[in-house]
C-alpha cells in the first residue's frame, strides 16, 4: 500500500533538531574543487584561486591541490594544510 509509514517518518524529521547547514563543515573529498584562502607566493597562488583535491592526507589534515588555468594548463600541484583552503560550493 502506497504511502505506508510516511506519517511516521514525518514525525521522526519533525522531532530531530533544527541544525543550520552553514554550521555543519562540508566533508571535503578527492576531486572537489576548493578556494585557496591565503596566497602561496612561492607558487605564484593567490587567495581565491580554485584548485582541485587530488589526494587527502590523513583524516582531511591536509590535501594535495592541483591548481590550473581556465585552459587547463598546471600551474602548481601542493600540498595545503586544511585550513588554506575552504570546499568550493560547485564541487
Known amino acids: ?3 505506508r509509514g ?9 522531532e530531530l533538531p533544527n541544525i ?8 571535503i573529498a578527492e576531486l572537489d574543487r576548493v578556494i585557496l584562502a591565503e596566497d602561496l607566493p612561492e607558487y605564484g597562488l593567490k587567495a581565491g584561486d580554485i584548485g ?4 587527502i592526507h590523513g583524516e582531511g589534515e591536509g590535501y594535495e591541490v592541483e591548481f590550473t588555468t581556465l585552459d587547463g594548463e598546471t600551474l602548481a600541484v601542493t600540498s595545503v594544510f586544511a585550513s588554506q583552503v575552504a570546499a568550493s560550493a560547485a564541487t
Open 6 to 14: 510516511v506519517g511516521k517518518q514525518t514525525r521522526i524529521m519533525s
Open 20 to 27: 543550520d547547514a552553514a554550521l555543519i563543515p562540508h566533508m
Open 52 to 55: 582541485t583535491v587530488v589526494l
Open 1 to 3: 500500500m502506497l504511502g
